[in-house]
């Protein structure tokens, strides 16, 4: 609610022109599925992806006549978002006692804080860092605040039917497996890969998703297993091509210490907002009446998939 400063000592002459500022991690997946054209704006509660299947029959055409034959059917998975606020009040006057406090103009009033730019920057990052956690392992049941907002991907896929499940005998030998270790990720890589349904597995927009613990392990197996010809591609946004297959591995915090992995298409996942970025906006603004300056951003967000039987999943 306030400004925290029990762990600096009262003022001594420091450097207060220099407030580093910690990395934060990125919301790789909600603009991976933004770019995919996944976004259902305006969604203030729930909203429906409307799907239709059709099939075609093929009959003898050696003769003349009309026999009817097959069918069109509609289904529909929900997006229901969850409604989010950050709200913090910040008093400048508790930075008086501190070295922030050559920071502060001069006079006792204040209408606004020191670092607003570098505060701004990491809340912003803070929010983008914390909803990509939460699109992979958002659990409405959970205990935790920045958690239980909405499911997210996890919960999704454990409770869909006609999910691939990966770790069985049918795609790694000795299934299932306890954990991914430096042994046994190759040939984890190569039972999802073989799990992918035919039917899907030569679209360019299908993705293997994993934690960035589980990417450097399997990195690290690579080029243990090339010896001294290490040729797999690792970009800098961390990513590479599943050596063999035209199919990119890419590495997401938000499945960090999940020991989890996925295959689908990017096309199959959607993310639901009232406003198209509207998580990226916020309010930082001087309130009178309680002395305080605070900041204000509010959103929705929430995520589903289209087709459970084109996802692969790898769950320990």
Known sequence: MAFNVSALADYTEQNEALLVTSSVLGAKTAQLIKSAGGVMVGVKSSETINIMDTDAIFQSGASCGFNASGSTSFT???VTVGKIKINEALCPKDLEAKY???ALPTGSMYDSIPFEQEFTDKKAKRIAAQ???ALWQGDT???NV???????IIKLVGAASGVVDANTS???SGAPLASI???NVVSIFDGIYKAIPATIVSYDDVVIFCGMDTFRTYTIALKNANMFH????VKADNEFVLPGTTIKVVAVQGLNGTNDVFAMRLSNLFLGTDLLNEEEKWELFWAKEADQVRFVSEFKMGVNFAFPDEIVKFVI
């Open 100 to 102: 922030l406090q050559k």
């Open 131 to 133: 909803l990509e956690t």
């Open 76 to 78: 529909q998975r929900t």
């Open 170 to 172: 049918t795609y790694i």
């Open 141 to 143: 049941s959970s205990v």
């Open 146 to 152: 920045n958690l239980n907002k909405f499911d997210g």
């Open 181 to 183: 270790t430096a042994a």
């Open 230 to 233: 290490y040729t797999v591609d």
